[in-house]
């Protein structure tokens, strides 16, 4: 019998730097030891003007309560600034937790992104879409235990980050609405225009 062992570990290389397996393009999707690149945002439209207000109490992380065996999740909690309301402001669909990609997705690519989650209190629809419009947007009502999820986001333009937003119901227009959530084992898969 020949010495099958170089090409069990030939075999064994070549799937590890498998081309066709797509990589995560986001720096830290499983939050083990902290939420660097995801940040909480606050945005409004009064009299036409758009204000994105950085808040960083929308994002924290969590310890002890996480998906699977990782040290570490998101806690997500969206509060909607009700005194911004009450003066003529409207929120919308850029609220919530967001997060950054080390680098841009082209236009007309489809984000196929999957999440552990679990709703928490207030709004049960987690919304997912591009930062700044330009993209669908999907909407999953999440349950009161770990779930895992899975989409694919078709975006029309190119960008960088990508929100998650609770709001009233999974029909509902993108208006965000209080929530809080965790996740954890977020992936963003960039897939180009073809494939």
Not at 108 to 130: D, H, M, P, Q, W
Request: negative net charge.
């Amino acid at each position: 019998m020949k010495n099958s062992f170089p090409l069990i570990i030939g075999m064994a290389a070549l799937a590890l730097v498998d081309p066709a397996r797509a990589e995560n393009a986001l720096s830290n999707g499983t939050f083990e030891s902290d939420t660097s690149g995801w940040a909480g945002y606050l945005a409004t439209v009064v009299n036409g003007q758009q204000t994105v207000i950085h808040k960083p109490s929308f994002v924290s992380l969590e310890a002890h309560d996480t998906a699977g065996k990782s040290k570490g999740a998101l806690r997500g909690n969206i509060q909607v600034d009700d005194a911004a309301v009450a003066a003529g402001h409207s929120v919308f669909h850029n609220t919530g937790v967001g997060a950054t990609l080390p680098k841009e997705f082209p236009a007309n690519s489809t984000l196929k992104i999957t999440f552990s989650a679990k709703s928490l209190e207030g709004s049960r629809y987690l919304c997912v879409t591009r930062v700044g419009g330009g993209a669908k947007h999907i909407v999953v009502e999440l349950a009161e235990s770990w779930d895992k999820y899975e989409m694919e986001l078709p975006v029309q333009v190119a960008g960088s980050q990508i929100v998650f937003c609770t709001v009233a119901s999974k029909d509902a227009s993108l208006t965000p609405v209080n929530g809080e959530f965790l996740l954890d084992d977020v992936s963003v898969e960039i897939q180009p225009a073809g494939k």
